[in-house]
């Protein structure tokens, strides 16, 4: 079968809601990992839920990334059968759980983000992307508010969950930047890193947390797809019964 | 066929989590339409991953084939998106009845409350009444719903979280 040549713009609208969907998928899958073993019953069920909105999000964003790659793959094609070096989520995603603090981090870090970006999209022109956008930024938001509010609890605790918490935020702040690029993998973006930064800081002051200082180091390249190796054991655990029974169902 | 209109076989068709109240009651069903011989109904989800949403879909088809309709779509659509303003007043007092508090109205620009849980609303206790009340867990068993306790009657409850 022969996929119509997408034009470049066409081509940068499938990468962009293709690492939208990409991040919401990857997130749903290590948030799920927490599930029945979270530190309590009502923290499990928040991250499951939460998972789950994620989950729900990605559906639909990749369902719109394969139409508009015109190349008759749907969001099982997508999620199931790319490879590593395929996926264009950013790395903040990927990386392990950790303990409570860090997966708290990067709720915060993400929800931040992804709230920023799907107001931005529920304004914009596409339609389609303005819909699932609308939908998602009052979750994002849920999400965000439930994340300061731990790190807030952990930050103002005792001495043992702040200063896992400041650890959790200090090793996490260098991904903070490629989560602010533009999601077709072009330099810059849509999004400002100092609007993302005007979110996170007064929570962590809240916290009583030290505002990591910033520049350094800024790893990137989630998003033309040079992941870390986390992401391939994640994958391969996302992956292995839909590879193993290729159209299975139940 | 029974002659019922479409309509009113979609509309009885109950949330398959919150089994006391309609998608109707919901604000889930949009509507429905024929087209030639074929109904097409419309509905919007709750959450973007509320899994109930399929066993709806499913539900939807099979009350209107038993009602005589064998030709039925199911269409999601995701614009707007649904808010709980959207739940009639038969639906929040069939949730109250069944010991789920219903939610309040949804703020036009809610702020961002990002910190320690401040008392923003007055939840009333569906059991006694009482706004005494106390958010245990802003996550309840389906994401729709929040876990609260009521201090006067120190019954555990859920509430539908306005959204």
């Known amino acids: ?219 990137r390249g989630g998003r033309v797809g040079r992941h870390t190796e986390h992401l391939s054991y994640l994958l391969a655990e996302l992956q292995v019964l839909h590879r193993a029974h290729p159209g299975a169902s139940w | 066929m029974s002659g019922e209109p479409a309509y009113q076989v979609a509309a009885r068709v109950v949330d398959p989590e919150l089994r006391v109240v309609t998608i109707d009651e919901l604000g889930i069903l949009r509507s429905v339409e024929r087209d030639g011989g074929q109904v097409v109904v419309t509905i919007t989800p709750t959450y973007s991953g509320c899994p109930a949403m399929e066993v709806i879909r499913a539900d939807i088809e099979t009350s209107l084939r038993d009602a005589g309709w064998p030709e039925v779509t199911v269409v999601t659509q995701l614009s707007p998106a649904w808010t709980t303003d959207w739940l009639s007043d038969s639906g929040r007092a069939k949730l109250a009845a069944a010991g789920i508090a219903p939610p309040g109205p949804v703020p036009a620009d809610q702020p961002l409350s990002l910190g320690l849980p401040t008392r923003r609303e007055a939840v009333a206790c569906p059991q006694c009444g009482s706004t005494d009340t106390t958010q245990l867990s802003r996550f309840g068993a389906t994401a729709c719903k929040a876990l609260w306790r009521c201090d006067h009657c120190a019954e555990p409850f859920e509430q539908m979280k306005a959204f």
């Open chain 1, 1 to 219: 079968m022969s996929t119509p040549a997408l034009r470049n713009g066409e081509v940068a609208r499938f990468e962009e809601v293709l690492g939208l969907g990409d991040d919401a998928l990857i997130a749903a899958q290590r948030l799920a990992e927490w599930c029945a073993r979270a530190p309590d019953l009502e923290e499990d069920v928040a991250l499951a839920n939460i998972a789950l909105d994620q989950l729900g999000a990605a559906r639909l964003l990749l369902s719109y990334a394969g139409e508009l790659e015109q190349a008759g793959r749907g969001e099982d094609e997508l999620a199931y059968l790319r490879d590593d070096r395929q996926f264009r989520n950013v790395l903040l995603v990927e990386l392990p759980n950790g303990d409570f603090a860090t997966t708290m981090a990067k709720l915060l870090f993400l929800a931040t983000a992804q709230r920023l970006r799907y107001r931005r999209l529920a304004a914009g022109s596409d339609q389609r992307l303005a819909g699932i956008a609308a939908k998602a930024v009052k979750e994002s938001t849920y999400h965000l508010e439930h994340a300061a509010l731990w790190t807030v609890r952990l930050g103002d605790g005792t001495d043992e969950s702040h200063r896992r918490m400041q650890l959790a935020i200090d090793e996490l702040w260098p991904y903070s930047y490629e989560l602010c690029d533009d999601p077709a993998g072009g330099a810059g973006g849509e999004l400002a890193w100092q609007e993302w930064s005007a979110v996170v800081t007064p929570v962590l002051r809240e916290a009583t947390l030290t505002v990591p200082a910033d520049g350094g180091w800024a790893p």
